[in-house]
């Protein structure tokens, strides 16, 4: 049982670069999101998805796409990387999207990002 | 949208007590409560839906006011594990999670 699986671990990218975050789970949970990690800001949510097919965007969606063609795989891509996108990323999922089955969070490792 | 979390840090030593507060100006359906330690993903603690619960994992318990839309986790007897980055996220009936700033907590011997 590998939980959520992030890939890959640590990116550097050029400004202007595009590229793909990776991140599967293996629960069958219902609910996948994205955050970002900064300094001093907490974990910021920047796509969620209450199940395959339907995405939403959270706080800080801007240069950023998802999809959800699948229960397992939510990718997250950056169109065109800027520096202020450097970040550490997490994707995060749960049993339920809402409800009182809406549990907790289970996080990947994450995924350390740098923009030059 | 982001809850407020309250204080920003907090040093301890060994065997003392510490509350980390989380508002939110909007009606809540759940509080989750998260711990992270450096250079790792945040680990659950607890969650408290509706209905004031208060819920409790080992020396670390949390409360839920829903009518001041306030949460507080209470550290008892603080141990050197306990340090790390306290997170409260917070679910409207909308169905994402938003996450406060974070509180840092030092429990030094």
């Known amino acids: 049982n590998a939980g959520v699986t992030q890939t890959p671990k640590f990116q550097v990218l050029k400004t202007g670069q595009s590229m793909t975050l990776q991140c599967a789970q293996d629960m069958n949970h219902e609910y996948m999101s994205w955050y970002r990690q900064d300094p001093g800001m907490g974990l910021r949510l920047i796509h969620y998805s209450v199940g395959a097919g339907i995405t939403d965007q959270g706080e800080v969606p801007n240069g950023y796409n998802v999809s959800r063609s699948t229960t397992e795989d939510f990718p997250l891509r950056l169109l065109s990387a800027a520096p202020s996108q450097t970040s550490v990323y997490f994707c995060?999922?749960?049993?339920?999207?809402?409800?009182?089955?809406?549990?907790?969070?289970?996080f990947g490792e994450g995924s350390r990002l740098t923009v030059l | 949208q982001q809850p407020v979390q309250s204080p920003q840090a907090v040093i301890l030593r060994e065997g003392e007590d510490a509350v980390i507060n989380c508002s939110s100006s909007k009606a809540l359906y759940s509080v989750h409560w998260y711990r992270q330690k450096h250079g790792e993903a945040p680990v659950f603690l607890m969650i408290l839906l509706k209905g004031g619960e208060q819920k409790g994992h080992e020396k670390i318990s949390a409360s839920f006011n829903e009518k001041k839309q306030q949460s507080s986790l209470y550290l008892t007897a603080s141990q050197l594990s306990y340090s790390g980055t306290y997170f409260c996220g917070t679910r409207r009936n909308n169905n994402d999670m938003r996450f406060g700033a974070g509180t840092r907590l030092t429990v030094k011997p």
């Open positions: 995060a999922s749960s049993y339920k999207a809402s409800g009182s089955m809406a549990g907790e969070l289970f």
